[in-house]
Nanobody, 119 residues
Framework: QVQFVESGGGLVQPGGSLTLSCAAS????????MAWYRQSPGKERDLVAIIANLGFPTIYVDSVQGRFTISRDNAKNMLFLQMNSLTPEDTAVYYC????????????WGQGTQVTVSS
């Protein structure tokens, strides 16, 4: 029932930009805080950005502050992450989810979308 379908990842050169999208379904999207997470090989899944249910406030991890912008379209049940000035350290699988992920009593994860920053 609860699903997150991420898209928009790909291969980009350092300094480039990408916009990630997430289609959410199976719950009342507009009433929940959402977030983007990412996971690099051999590392834990980390929270990247948070957005409250109506679109404000937003919070970012220090490493992406000023470069990434999280947004949402509640009419379309969509979450977005605009990523600028990308560096190889941004390479990861990116996931969208509720914040906290256990907001519905059970944790669900989508397949994620791969972002690779390399020359």
């Amino acid at each position: 029932q609860v699903q997150f379908v991420e898209s928009g990842g790909g291969l980009v050169q350092p300094g480039g930009s990408l916009t990630l999208s997430c289609a959410a379904s199976g719950f009342s999207f507009r009433t929940y805080t959402m977030a983007w997470y990412r996971q690099s090989p051999g590392k834990e899944r980390d929270l990247v950005a948070i957005i409250a249910n109506l679109g404000f406030p937003t919070i970012y991890v220090d490493s992406v502050q000023g470069r990434f912008t999280i947004s949402r379209d509640n009419a379309k049940n969509m979450l977005f992450l605009q990523m600028n000035s990308l560096t190889p350290e941004d390479t990861a699988v990116y996931y969208c989810n509720l914040q906290p992920p256990s907001s519905l009593g059970r944790v669900y994860w989508g397949q994620g979308t791969q972002v690779t920053v390399s020359s």
